[in-house]
């Protein structure tokens, strides 16, 4: 099933012709309000001058949301992807791309605490009373880095009264099973407490030939506990601890294309790369020269939720402690949050993506972070309100990788492309037959593969980080409808960075002297020998302004404009530095000599946005509809760059562009049906961007050091689509005094986008729809609870990322995808019981 961009228009007149419906059908439906703390004040969602969506913990409960990723299905504009050696999130078109020296360009904030890191996303969450997604800069009250959005988690807290709940779930077709125990309830007359236990794991829906075994499977345990203490009538604390530990094996990976090669080495030419790895033979005579051998599930290089993998995995473990302590006095709020926060993970990407032994790529992660944030909130509906505090932050991030060529596959096959190579130039290599049994080629030719037998290129990279804040944001109650304002937030930061890289023998443990390896690795991995030091410190400000006015009891009109900031840092993922390096060339007569230029140190990014919206309450509150028009533009816009090879660059690409429109909103069609949705349109443009990676096969627009650029301006970025959204129903009947049936589906449906960095159009993902579904009946009374839930109804397959298979158009001619695929239909039962 494909949604085509012509079916837009019948969803919006739908909506449009419900909400014209006469207010006598809906007289007796009103809405619950939704309460949110999008500006650290307790508000209704309908007056948060904000684009802002909020999805309660119950519905992400029933949906089955287990991490933050789960969540874009029901937030328009809000992208995230898993990829091979990191994770997307993007908001708007924005985001920070795939570096471990990246501070996240959309924050989440989880109880107040910054988790900055990218890794943290892919965390399982469970027991929050709601996420809200904040679309557009928030550098104010959530800190300047925050420059695309932020993702603001909220725990449960303790209840009043004792209550228990356990809730387990069971998908046939992945093997998933999950438990989730949540106890809540006083200690005591001041004290309180709430544990929430998850332990979750799955087979996965890829599978793998190989290994014949399913991936990826997923092992999940997170405990959480709460106490929450009324110190004194005017001060309650409450401390948070978590540990959790994901644990994954394999990836939802597959070779999704595979074309022949136009390589002018015969071993190669016309062959796809899996043909290649499969077998290819080089002989001289009776003398076997280069004999390739692989298994022969690498032939599988097409969609069909198989791959061919040697096997891969990422094994995680976090920790949090958060101290939050709130003095009330004379109506104002003084609010203290610490946080600890820490993880480690450990990872292997099969990073060839093939089952053929190629290479791999084995990198650790260790992270710690200490903050301290004080707030001043003063009582509201007076003429002057203000929230004003500081915040501190300090962290520091260990990062180890290595390429590890740990089999006798790439060596054989350089050495046939050597071979080749050399005889394309007409440099058919006799052989001193009297020099050895097998004889050796003259002039070096046919050895290159020898230099990386055991190859493994450790990298170092560290970074730490001190960040000093003061913020305030003042409204002034001009009269009893309009209001405005002024936000204001100081921010000075210390920085430091370091990145080393070496070679190894990985069988030996020697550092093999410079040489020839150097040449072949500077030509097949783009990687050189460094070892890089840097120190920086920056300030900024960053204000906004807003204007409110209430132009009926049941609108609500405001304008924002705002500037902001993204600190700079260091690159911890270039293979090269950035000094232009020669590398001298092989032995072979007419090989050229290598130009190298990585990356290192990248500027700040800034963003300067301008928002329009409106609130509405209709239908005497049976219906509200929410609007949002907005234009931001980026300077300096940070990227990472895949350089085509294994590495990544980050630079500052220059300027972009993203404007649209964002709708939500909610219906009760009647007592027992409601209606939500969400739709978002979206415009990107790169106003600047003359250092954009070429995608395979295309023509550069101009070569710089020997390296081919390809001009971005005027094209959109990954994962844009001209339109997003959803629409859900969800009904509720009592069938008798105690039964009750609760059902509910929801349509997510988005544009077509493009899945890769380089934006290759062979990598177009088509506009879909997507469905869900979840029945459930209950007794109320008795606190049991039994449903059926069905993901991805019509079963669309869609690809998350992609980007070039890497190796087999460098080295080899053939150009190829590999691609993160989402999960087919699946068919789960989910049981709970709650208990008072």
């Avoid at 989440?108 to 399982?124: E, H, I, K």
């Avoid at 609010?335 to 990407?349: D, V």
């Avoid at 990687?527 to 009926?552: C, M, T, V």
């Avoid at 895949?642 to 219906?667: W, Y």
């Amino acid at each position: 099933m494909v949604f085509k961009k012509s079916s837009i228009p019948l969803k919006v007149s739908v909506l449009a012709a419900a909400v014209a419906a006469s207010s006598q059908a809906f007289s007796a439906a009103v809405l619950e309000e939704v309460v949110v703390t999008a500006t650290l004040r307790a508000e209704s969602l309908q007056d948060v001058p904000v684009s802002v969506n909020a999805v309660s913990g119950e519905k992400m409960a029933e949906a089955g949301i287990g991490k933050v990723e789960d969540l874009q299905a029901y937030v328009p504009n809000l992208t995230m992807s898993e990829t091979g050696i990191g994770t997307n999130i993007y908001i708007r078109g924005i985001g920070s791309g795939i570096n471990p020296g990246f501070e996240q360009s959309v924050g989440m904030y989880f109880d107040g605490v910054s988790y900055g890191r990218a890794q943290l996303t892919r965390a399982p969450f469970l027991d929050l009373a709601r996420v809200e997604v904040l679309r557009g800069p928030q550098n104010i009250l959530f800190g300047k880095n925050s420059i695309a959005g932020a993702l603001s988690l909220i725990s449960a807290r303790p209840d009043q009264e004792f209550e228990g709940n356990v809730t387990a779930a069971y998908t046939p077709e992945f093997n998933e099973g999950s438990v989730d125990l949540i106890l809540s309830g006083p200690l005591t007359d001041s004290v309180g407490a709430r544990l929430a236990i998850r332990q979750r794991v799955t087979d996965g829906h890829i599978e793998n030939l190989t290994l014949d075994r399913d991936e990826p499977q997923r092992d999940e345990l997170t405990i959480r506990t709460i106490f929450e203490w009324d110190a004194t009538p005017d001060l309650t604390v409450a401390l948070k601890l978590e540990a959790g530990q994901f644990d994954v094996d394999g990836r939802q990976i597959e070779i999704i294309n595979d074309n022949p090669s136009n390589s002018t080495t015969s071993a190669f030419t016309g062959r796809t790369y899996a043909q290649i790895l499969d077998e290819t033979t080089i002989a001289y005579g009776p003398v076997t020269l280069v004999e390739v051998d692989s298994d022969s599930s690498v032939l599988n290089n097409y969609q069909d939720f198989k791959r061919s993998s040697n096997g891969d995995y990422s094994y995680n473990d976090t920790r949090n402690i958060t101290i939050n302590a709130d003095y009330y006095k004379d109506g104002h709020q003084f609010t203290f949050i610490t946080g600890l926060l820490g993880y480690e993970t450990e990872e292997l990407c099969d990073c060839d993506f093939t089952g053929s032994p190629v290479f791999s790529v084995g990198a650790e992660e260790e992270y710690s972070q200490f903050s301290q944030e004080v707030r001043w909130v003063s009582p509201a509906g007076e003429n002057w309100e203000f929230i004003a505090g500081g915040f501190y932050q300090q962290s520091e991030l260990d990062f180890y990788d290595s390429i590890r060529v740990d089999s006798d596959i790439l060596p054989q096959l350089l050495n046939a492309a050597d071979i080749q190579e050399a005889g394309a130039r007409g440099e058919r290599p006799p052989f001193d037959l009297e020099g050895g049994p097998l004889g050796l080629p003259v002039g070096g030719i046919g050895d290159a593969g020898d230099e990386i037998r055991n190859l493994g290129t450790p990298r170092y990279f560290s970074t730490d980080t001190k960040l000093l804040s003061a913020f305030i944001q003042a409204t002034w109650n001009v009269t009893d409808l309009f209001r405005t304002t002024l936000g204001l937030r100081y921010s000075y930061e210390e920085k430091e960075g370091s990145r080393r890289l070496d070679f190894e023998n990985r069988e030996t443990g020697v550092r093999p002297d410079e040489g020839e390896i150097d040449t072949v690795v500077a030509k097949n991995f783009s990687s050189e020998r460094h070892d890089l030091k840097g120190s920086r410190d920056s300030s900024s400000f960053a204000p906004s302004i807003n204007f409110q006015y209430d132009w009926s009891d049941d609108v609500m009109l405001y304008s924002t404009a705002s500037i902001g900031y993204k600190s700079g840092g260091y690159d911890a993922r270039s293979n090269a530095s950035p000094e232009t390096n020669q590398i001298r060339p092989l032995q072979n007569v007419g090989d050229e000599t290598l130009i190298l230029v990585g990356s290192f140190e990248y500027e700040e990014e800034q963003a300067t946005s301008f928002e329009f919206g409106a609130k509405t309450t209709l239908l005497d509150g049976a219906a509200e509809l929410n609007i949002a028009a907005f234009y931001t533009d980026y300077d300096d816009l940070q990227v990472s760059i895949f350089d085509g090879t294994l590495g990544f660059n980050v630079g500052n690409a220059g300027a972009a562009t993203t404007m649209g429109l964002e709708l939500d909103g909610r219906m009760a069609l009647s007592e027992k049906l409601m209606m939500t949705g969400a739709l978002a349109f979206l415009d990107f443009e790169f106003t600047d961007y003359e250092n954009g990676q070429c995608y395979q096969g295309q023509t550069p627009d101009y070569m710089v050091d020997g390296n081919p650029y390809c001009d971005y301006k005027g094209k959109t970025n990954q994962y844009v689509a001209d339109y997003s959204g959803n629409l859900s129903f969800i009904y509720t009947d009592m069938l008798t005094s105690d039964l009750e049936l609760r059902s509910a589906i929801d349509f997510v449906f988005t544009g077509d986008y493009n899945s890769s960095q380089n934006l290759d159009p062979s990598q177009q993902q088509d506009a879909y729809v997507k469905s869900n579904l979840r029945v459930a009946l209950s007794d109320v009374s008795a606190g049991w609870e039994v449903a059926l839930l069905v993901k991805n109804l019509t079963d669309e397959t869609t690809v998350s990322y992609s980007n070039d298979t890497p190796l087999s158009k460098s080295i080899f001619g053939s150009t190829g995808h590999y691609g993160f695929i989402d999960a087919p239909r699946s068919i789960g039962i989910q049981g709970s019981y709650r208990w008072y």
